[in-house]
C-alpha cells in the first residue's frame, strides 16, 4: 500500500495502523510528487490519496495516475476531511474515501470495505 | 521472551505518535494565533491566509486522528475562517483557537 498525506502524523499512524494491525507491507509519500515517483516504482496495490495537498493536490495527482500507464490500473482511497463532493466526479479506480479524522485502528478493515477485500 | 501481538504494537507506536502530534499541533495552534492577529489588523497576504487554513485543516485531521477530538470542530472553524469571504467573526475565530489549545493541554487519548 501507498498513503500519501502532506501531514507527516497521518502517515505515520497509517503506516502503522495498516502494517501492525493489517500486516502489510506500507509505504508512504508527502506530496502528489512524490506518490507519482514511488506509484510508478513500486506499484503499490492501493494508495491512500490525500485530497488537500499543497502542490499537486489528490484530485490532480488522480488524475496524473490515471494517465499513466504505469500506474492507471492501481485502485485509489481518497484520505479526505471533506464531504462526498470529491468522489463525484472521480472515475471508477477511484474506490472511496476514508474521511478525517479516522479512526486507525478501523483502518485496515476500511479499506478491505472499500477494494470488496472481505470475504 | 513474551510475545507481543500486533496491536499491542500497536498501541505502543500510537501513544509515540501522538504525543509527537500533540507538539506538531501545539505549534499549529501558536502560529494560528500569530495569523488571526495579523488577519485582524489587515497586515495578511493571501498567501498567508491560505497558508493559515492550510495549517487550520491539518490542526483537525491530526488532532482528531491522534487522541484530541474535542480539538476539531473548533479546528474547522478556524479552517473555515481563514477561507476568504467567510463572514465568520473574528470574537468567534478567537473563541475557537482558546477551544482548541483548551483541546490541547490534556494528554491524548490513545486508547483502543
Same mark, same amino acid.
Given at each position: ?42 506499484? !503499490? ?13 489528490? !484530485? ?60 | ?20 502530534? *500533540? $507538539?506538531?499541533?501545539?505549534? *499549529?495552534?501558536?502560529?494560528?494565533? $500569530? ?21 487550520? $485543516? ?10 484530541? &477530538?474535542?480539538?476539531?470542530? &473548533? ?8 477561507? &476568504?469571504?467567510?463572514?465568520? &467573526? ?23
Amino acid at each position: 500500500m501507498l498513503v500519501v498525506d502532506d501531514d507527516a502524523s497521518i502517515r505515520e499512524v497509517a503506516q502503522a495502523a495498516l502494517e501492525l494491525v493489517g500486516g502489510c507491507t506500507v509505504l508512504t509519500a508527502g506530496s502528489g510528487e512524490e506518490c507519482r515517483r514511488t506509484a510508478a516504482e513500486e506499484r !503499490p496495490d492501493v494508495i491512500l490519496l490525500d485530497v488537500m495537498m499543497p502542490g499537486t493536490d489528490g !484530485p490532480a495527482t488522480q488524475r496524473l495516475l490515471s494517465d499513466d500507464e504505469r500506474t492507471s490500473d492501481i485502485p485509489i482511497i481518497y484520505l479526505t476531511a471533506k464531504s462526498d463532493s470529491v468522489l463525484q466526479q472521480s472515475p471508477p479506480i477511484v474506490r472511496g474515501m476514508i474521511l478525517k479524522p479516522f479512526d486507525p485502528i478501523r483502518l485496515m478493515s476500511d479499506v478491505e470495505a472499500l477494494l470488496g477485500w472481505r470475504s | 521472551m513474551a510475545l507481543v501481538s500486533g496491536q499491542d504494537a500497536f498501541s505502543v507506536e500510537l501513544a509515540r505518535i501522538a504525543a509527537a502530534a *500533540r $507538539h506538531s499541533n501545539l505549534s *499549529r495552534a501558536e502560529q494560528l494565533r $500569530h495569523a488571526l492577529d495579523r488577519v485582524q489588523d489587515g497586515g495578511l497576504e493571501p498567501e498567508q491566509v491560505e497558508r493559515a487554513r492550510r495549517l487550520a $485543516h491539518q490542526l483537525a485531521g491530526s488532532s482528531g486522528t491522534l487522541g484530541h &477530538p474535542a480539538a476539531v470542530s &473548533p479546528a474547522r472553524l478556524l479552517e473555515s475562517y481563514f477561507t &476568504p469571504g467567510s463572514g465568520i &467573526p473574528d470574537a468567534t475565530a478567537d473563541e475557537a483557537l482558546a477551544a482548541v489549545l483548551a483541546a490541547l493541554q490534556g494528554q491524548p487519548d490513545t486508547t483502543l
